[in-house]
T-cell receptor, first 114, second 111 residues
Framework: DTAVSQTPKYLVTQMGNDKSIKCEQN?????MYWYKQDSKKFLKIMFS???????INETVPNRFSPKSPDKAHLNLHINSLELGDSAVYFC?????????????FGPGTRLTVL | AQKVTQAQTEISVVEKEDVTLDCVYE???????LFWYKQPPSGELVFLIR??????QNEISGRYSWNFQKSTSSFNFTITASQVVDSAVYFC????????FGTGTRLTIIP
């Protein structure tokens, strides 16, 4: 009965590789997000989708491409991985917008680029 | 643009002491929401509370209480009679079109 799930939990890969992280929510929420948390714990939004439509796209390298096949899923694909991409990536969901609804976070995916 | 400042990077207190985590925000918006999240050592992010900008009533939930003051743009969080399980990083966040997080305060409760 997990609310927001992410796979994989850990991802270790070499520079230059392409990898994907998957996220699913079973809360019936309309909006999903990707956040990046760096080694200093700074948490920053990357993307937001509402009903499969991209509504927030922060200043993120275009090596990062989110995809929402339906409103319960939001995947993150990263091309040509770099050392600086090492971080914990959190998926989250909320009812409608971020402004007034609490977000429920997944457990995070720790990405390590060697 | 919005900004959230958590000036306390790290706090350590002895168990059973009270502790207050500060949060100050900057915005020109009149309608907005404020949040607190907890990130325990296990790494997940746990929602604690949401307040809207029109509701300045303080809130208490067990040992947790929140003090929202628009006049000082602050939304402080107090833990009463702290316990070791309260050890975590606590994030304050501001919400309008998106959620902007503060840099977090690492709270360590010493047994």
């Amino acid at each position: 009965d997990t609310a927001v799930s992410q796979t994989p939990k850990y991802l270790v890969t070499q520079m230059g590789n392409d990898k994907s992280i998957k996220c699913e929510q079973n809360l019936g929420h309309d909006t999903m997000y990707w956040y990046k948390q760096d080694s200093k714990k700074f948490l920053k939004i990357m993307f937001s989708y509402n009903n499969k439509e991209l509504i927030i796209n922060e200043t993120v390298p275009n090596r990062f491409s989110p995809k929402s096949p339906d409103k319960a899923h939001l995947n993150l694909h990263i091309n040509s991985l770099e050392l600086g991409d090492s971080a914990v990536y959190f998926c989250a969901s909320s009812r409608r917008g971020a402004s007034y609804n609490e977000q429920f976070f997944g457990p995070g995916t720790r990405l390590t680029v060697l | 643009a919005q900004k959230v400042t958590q000036a306390q990077t790290e706090i350590s207190v002895v168990e059973k002491e009270d502790v207050t985590l500060d949060c100050v925000y900057e915005t020109r918006d009149t309608t907005y929401y404020l949040f607190w999240y907890k990130q325990p050592p296990s790494g997940e992010l746990v929602f604690l509370i949401r307040r809207n900008s029109f509701d300045e009533q303080n809130e208490i939930s067990g040992r947790y209480s929140w003090n929202f003051q628009k006049s000082t743009s602050s939304f402080n969080f107090t833990i009463t009679a702290s316990q070791v399980v309260d050890s975590a990083v606590y994030f304050c966040a501001f919400g309008n079109e998106k959620l902007t997080f503060g840099t977090g305060t690492r709270l360590t409760i010493i047994p």
